[in-house]
């Protein structure tokens, strides 16, 4: 009797513990979620109190004549392969310098995380100052052309611009990951293998990358899943410009919803963005927990 009173007066202690968490989750997680779901089937937009049921029509606007949402879907591949290969390779060459016994590591391990603390909109404020008035100065300083480019006013170099911007800004948190990785290399391999007479280029790809590896997995999970939800430093750094040049699927979607009011419209553009970023995020997890078998 006292171990069923045991187990019972656990399992009412377990509840009460968890059920606000899931009373929480529910509310801020589960419930918008369908109810997004139905207003994407809806041309609802956001204002009225009538909700007019339009089946799949939202869904068939978007695949079929949607210019705005294609162009988004391309800026934000073209992003997505960028972003996750810069991120990623500099990251890792970073980490190893910085794994060195230097006698300025830890302070150069903090400058490179510090952008990372701040908010994206902050930092894209602050970049939008430095191409505009900041090479301005340089410019006139130096008269090297590049400085007098028109970094936000051309759509490549605007494109180029954010990309710079995000990768600078994240690119602290990756040193983390990967600097947490080589920690967990064991020097004796490392010491068979210069002893066997391999150079550093060899032990690091024959020894330091493979067992990087769940790191690779984790960083590239997290790069990707960033670059696909881009939004604050286009908002803050290019509004979307120019012309709509940079306009990721994100802003699309901020776009049509809050600024078109088309609320129902951009739900829909949001849960295709949502499984999309599903399909990807399990597709890349599968490939790359294989990859870590097989080494």
Same mark, same amino acid.
């Given at each position: 009797m006292q171990r069923i =009173?045991?187990?019972?007066? =656990?399992?009412?202690?377990?509840? #009460?513990?968890?059920? /606000?968490?899931?009373?929480?989750?529910?509310?801020?997680? $589960?419930? /918008?979620?369908? #109810?997004?779901? $139905?207003y994407s089937l809806t041309d609802w937009n956001g204002i009225s109190r009538s909700v007019n049921f339009i089946g #799949? @029509?939202?869904?068939?606007?978007?695949?079929? =004549? @949607?210019?705005?949402?294609?162009?988004?879907?391309?800026?934000?591949?073209? !992003?997505?392969?960028? !972003?996750?290969?810069?991120s990623n390779v500099?990251?890792?060459?970073?980490?190893?310098?910085? @794994?060195?016994?230097?006698?300025?590591?830890?302070?150069?391990?903090?400058?490179?995380?510090? /952008?990372?603390?701040?908010?994206?909109?902050?930092? =894209?404020?602050?970049?939008?100052f430095i191409f505009s008035q900041g090479f301005a100065s340089l410019a006139d300083t130096t008269g090297w052309p590049i400085w007098g480019w028109s970094w936000l006013g051309t759509p490549k170099l605007a494109f180029v611009s954010v990309l710079l911007v995000s990768v600078w800004q994240s690119i602290g948190f990756y040193i983390v990951i990967y600097l947490a990785g080589?920690?967990?290399?064991?020097?004796?391999?490392?010491?068979?293998?210069?002893? @066997?007479g391999a150079g550093a280029f060899r032990r690091f790809f024959s020894v330091v990358l493979p067992m990087l590896a769940p790191s690779?997995?984790?960083?590239?999970? #997290?790069?990707?899943?960033?670059?696909?939800?881009? !939004?604050?430093?286009?908002?803050?750094l290019t509004g979307g410009g120019p012309g709509g040049s940079t306009y990721s699927v994100s802003f699309d979607i901020y776009r049509e919803t809050f600024q078109n009011n088309l609320f129902? $419209?951009?739900?829909?553009?949001?849960?295709?963005? !949502?499984?999309?970023?599903?399909?990807?995020?399990v597709l890349q997890l599968t490939y790359f927990k294989r990859k870590e078998v097989e080494q």
């Open positions: =009173g045991r187990k019972t007066s =656990g399992k009412i202690e377990f509840g #009460m513990f968890t059920l /606000p968490v899931l009373i929480c989750i529910v509310l801020a997680f $589960y419930i /918008p979620f369908f #109810m997004s779901m $139905y #799949m @029509d939202n869904f068939r606007q978007i695949f079929s =004549g @949607d210019a705005n949402f294609s162009s988004a879907s391309w800026f934000t591949v073209k !992003f997505s392969i960028l !972003f996750i290969v810069l500099l990251a890792i060459v970073i980490a190893v310098l910085l @794994d060195q016994k230097l006698k300025t590591s830890s302070l150069l391990r903090a400058a490179f995380f510090i /952008p990372y603390i701040l908010s994206l909109v902050i930092v =894209g404020f602050i970049w939008k080589l920690q967990s290399v064991p020097s004796d391999l490392l010491e068979a293998a210069k002893v @066997d690779v997995t984790i960083a590239v999970f #997290m790069s990707l899943t960033n670059s696909i939800k881009v !939004f604050d430093v286009i908002l803050s129902g $419209y951009g739900t829909a553009k949001a849960l295709v963005l !949502f499984v999309v970023v599903l399909i990807i995020t």
